[in-house]
């Protein structure tokens, strides 16, 4: 609980939900190098590829002093201030105010020390880079000619040392060019918890820039397969390298990670050399930002947290409520599954139409409950996989809003931060507060369960 006479503040994760969307431009031209790493001095490139089916010029001049051209962390970075932007209410000016922690851990990156120094070099040098784009950039149906830094302006308040830290104060100011597009609404949905939950920072920013060539403006179907010139692909990414072969390998261990992850189904190289063609399938969890409406209702019939977000991402509110009306209906008409869940999630995932038609005949049932089964064995192993391979900040995010779902006016903010507090020390862990809060909705005892968790923390 809160120490009494203090006022309770609201964990700086439950501040209102950031809009997650990312600005087509930026996201779609890779103005970001996806490189974790780039040479010493490597403050400058030019590039030119296609784009949108027309040849593009690029550039980006930095400076060494604040570690060259943007890379790396700096993907996610940018993303977060266009999230924090929104959540300011969109100023026209593009000015807003937050903290690094805030920024932090929205990323889903270690609070503790290390990350504050990367933030302030990753800040800096979106600060001091300027990007020259030639007829590359769209704004209102128009290609334009830009020049502009991703920050225009930055002000921060630090510690003696000039050091960023738990305390400090940001006041950002986004280029006027990307807050035209934001107004505009130039921008594309992404993920921010799946991107945030990914291992490597090459994998993230790899991600971000797949996701702007399979879901964009001018593609509000998302594509099944994308496929790319190995060489533009390249540009695209602004690897250093440009030799075939540095090309695959420097994309390797995120084409492993997004694969393992399920976006990506799989990646293939067609031809030799620089006529070589990356084909990507995308997979089962290249799904949209799913609509938390979907994942309540979804919750409610008892699925995990984690099967109902995989299959909101899939799946519009639209169609979820649709299947769910089916799924009672077939309920209703007396047909008793042998694996209720199971069932549930092959009505959501059935594209055959077999539950348009008439229930199965009873010489059937056996092949239906054993197919039940199976669905519901995969789901759990599925929600296993994907849970171990969350890093422990994305666990407790998780872990929270399953917390604000399901206790909603139950606890307040001083609970709240306190189940944070706990999880973050160690003392919880975030996969047990989710199985005792789902075991609880189940039973209807949420109440005694807020009030056990009261009585663990003692006076």
Same mark, same amino acid.
């Given at each position: 609980?809160?120490?009494?006479?203090?006022?309770?503040?609201?964990?700086?994760?439950?501040?209102?939900?950031?809009?997650?969307?990312?600005?087509?431009?930026?996201?779609?031209?890779?103005?970001?190098?996806?490189?974790?790493?780039?040479?010493?001095?490597?403050?400058?490139?030019?590039?030119?590829?296609?784009?949108?089916?027309?040849?593009?010029?690029?550039?980006?001049?930095?400076?060494?002093?604040?570690?060259?051209?943007?890379?790396?962390?700096?993907?996610?970075?940018?993303?977060?201030?266009?999230?924090?932007?929104?959540?300011?209410?969109?100023?026209?000016?593009?000015?807003?105010?937050?903290?690094?922690?805030?920024?932090?851990?929205?990323?889903?990156?270690?609070?503790?020390?290390?990350?504050?120094?990367?933030?302030?070099?990753?800040?800096?040098?979106?600060?001091?880079?300027?990007?020259?784009?030639?007829?590359?950039?769209?704004?209102?149906?128009?290609?334009?000619?830009?020049?502009?830094?991703?920050?225009?302006?930055?002000?921060?308040?630090?510690?003696?040392?000039?050091?960023?830290?738990?305390?400090?104060?940001?006041?950002?100011?986004?280029?006027?060019?990307?807050?035209?597009?934001?107004?505009?609404?130039?921008?594309?949905?992404?993920?921010?918890?799946?991107?945030?939950?990914?291992?490597?920072?090459?994998?993230?920013?790899?991600?971000?820039?797949?996701?702007?060539?399979?879901?964009?403006?001018?593609?509000?179907?998302?594509?099944?397969?994308?496929?790319?010139?190995?060489?533009?692909?390249?540009?695209?990414?602004?690897?250093?390298?440009?030799?075939?072969?540095?090309?695959? &390998?420097?994309?390797?261990?995120?084409?492993? #990670?997004?694969?393992? =992850? %399920?976006? /990506? +189904?799989?990646?293939?190289?067609?031809? !030799?050399?620089?006529?070589?063609?990356?084909?990507?399938?995308?997979?089962?969890?290249?799904?949209?930002?799913?609509?938390?409406?979907?994942?309540?209702?979804?919750?409610?019939?008892?699925?995990?947290?984690?099967?109902?977000?995989?299959?909101?991402?899939?799946?519009?509110?639209?169609?979820?409520?649709?299947?769910?009306?089916?799924?009672?209906?077939?309920?209703?008409?007396?047909?008793?599954?042998?694996?209720?869940?199971?069932?549930?999630?092959?009505?959501?995932?059935?594209?055959?139409?077999?539950?348009?038609?008439?229930?199965?005949?009873?010489?059937?049932?056996?092949?239906?409950?054993?197919?039940?089964?199976?669905?519901?064995?995969?789901?759990?192993?599925?929600?296993? &996989?994907?849970?171990?391979?969350?890093?422990? #900040?994305?666990?407790? =995010? %998780?872990? /929270? +809003?399953?917390?604000?779902?399901?206790? !909603?006016?139950?606890?307040?903010?001083?609970?709240?931060?306190?189940?944070?507090?706990?999880?973050?020390?160690?003392?919880?862990?975030?996969?047990?507060?989710?199985?005792?809060?789902?075991?609880?909705?189940?039973?209807?005892?949420?109440?005694?369960?807020?009030?056990?968790?009261?009585?663990?923390?003692?006076?």
């Amino acid at each position: 609980m809160a120490t009494q006479g203090k006022k309770p503040r609201l964990p700086r994760d439950l501040l209102p939900q950031p809009k997650h969307f990312d600005e087509a431009n930026v996201a779609r031209l890779g103005l970001i190098s996806i490189q974790e790493r780039i040479p010493e001095g490597y403050a400058s490139w030019e590039e030119e590829f296609e784009f949108l089916g027309k040849p593009v010029k690029l550039a980006c001049y930095a400076s060494e002093k604040v570690g060259g051209v943007p890379h790396g962390l700096d993907n996610e970075v940018s993303l977060a201030l266009l999230a924090l932007y929104f959540n300011a209410g969109a100023p026209e000016d593009g000015t807003f105010t937050t903290t690094p922690y805030q920024i932090l851990k929205l990323m889903g990156l270690d609070t503790s020390g290390y990350y504050y120094q990367a933030l302030k070099e990753s800040l800096m040098r979106l600060t001091t880079a300027t990007y020259v784009l030639s007829e590359a950039w769209r704004s209102g149906g128009r290609w334009q000619s830009v020049t502009f830094r991703y920050i225009e302006k930055l002000e921060y308040t630090s510690s003696p040392e000039g050091r960023l830290d738990r305390a400090s104060v940001l006041r950002v100011t986004l280029a006027k060019e990307i807050v035209r597009s934001l107004k505009q609404n130039y921008v594309k949905p992404i993920d921010i918890e799946f991107m945030a939950s990914l291992r490597r920072p090459l994998s993230r920013a790899l991600y971000r820039l797949l996701d702007a060539q399979r879901f964009s403006p001018e593609n509000p179907t998302p594509l099944a397969r994308f496929e790319v010139n190995l060489m533009e692909w390249a540009a695209a990414c602004k690897i250093v390298h440009k030799r075939p072969d540095k090309v695959r &390998r420097t994309l390797a261990p995120a084409h492993e #990670e997004l694969i393992a =992850r %399920r976006y /990506l +189904q799989s990646v293939e190289y067609v031809g !030799r050399g620089q006529n070589q063609t990356i084909v990507y399938v995308f997979g089962e969890e290249a799904g949209g930002v799913p609509d938390m409406e979907a994942v309540e209702l979804l919750m409610a019939e008892g699925l995990s947290f984690t099967s109902a977000y995989s299959l909101a991402r899939r799946f519009s509110l639209a169609h979820i409520k649709e299947r769910l009306e089916r799924y009672r209906a077939i309920l209703a008409s007396g047909y008793k599954p042998k694996n209720l869940l199971g069932f549930l999630v092959d009505v959501i995932r059935d594209e055959s139409g077999k539950y348009a038609r008439a229930l199965p005949p009873t010489t059937r049932r056996r092949l239906q409950a054993r197919q039940e089964e199976e669905e519901a064995r995969r789901m759990e192993e599925e929600a296993e &996989r994907e849970w171990q391979s969350m890093p422990k #900040e994305a666990q407790i =995010r %998780r872990a /929270l +809003q399953v917390a604000q779902l399901l206790l !909603r006016a139950r606890a307040g903010v001083g609970d709240l931060e306190d189940l944070t507090r706990l999880m973050e020390s160690g003392v919880l862990e975030p996969k047990t507060v989710v199985e005792e809060l789902k075991e609880a909705a189940a039973r209807g005892t949420l109440e005694d369960w807020i009030q056990s968790f009261r009585q663990r923390l003692g006076p």
